[in-house]
């Protein structure tokens, strides 16, 4: 099993930042992905980021592109998603998550991912 657990979400003004984090414990490996997702109120979760354990290698969604940063940190079994120049559409709650041990794709689909996270509120204000 593996445990997901978020931090970092808050209000901040639109044009601000925030810095998520998310712990990964339990049964860690760096062969996986692991995603950001969101789900703002009345809307389906959708994709946001994703980052291969392994090597590095990201991917995002269109609307995120130059504004938000994946990252990972191996030693403290960390992943951030750093989130700039915030608009009111970025308000939900974000979710990480992992895929199954083997799984290296950048995925994008909810489907291919195993564990979430219990998620981060990011309200945006106007």
């Known amino acids: 099993q593996v445990q997901l657990v978020e931090s970092g979400g808050g209000l901040v003004q639109a044009g601000g930042s925030l810095r998520l984090s998310c712990l990964v414990s339990g049964r860690t490996s760096s062969d996986r992905a692991m995603g950001w997702f969101r789900q703002a109120p009345g809307k389906e979760r959708e994709f946001v980021a994703v980052?291969?354990?392994?090597?590095?290698?990201?991917n995002y969604t269109d609307s995120v592109k130059g504004r938000f940063t994946v990252s990972r940190d191996v030693v403290v079994n960390t992943v951030y998603l750093r989130l700039n120049s915030l608009k009111p559409e970025d308000t939900a709650t974000y979710y990480c998550a992992a895929t199954k041990v083997g799984d290296r794709r950048l995925d994008t689909a909810l489907r291919e991912y195993d564990y979430w996270g219990q998620g981060t509120q990011v309200t945006v204000s106007s």
């Open positions: 980052i291969s354990w392994f090597g590095g290698s990201t």
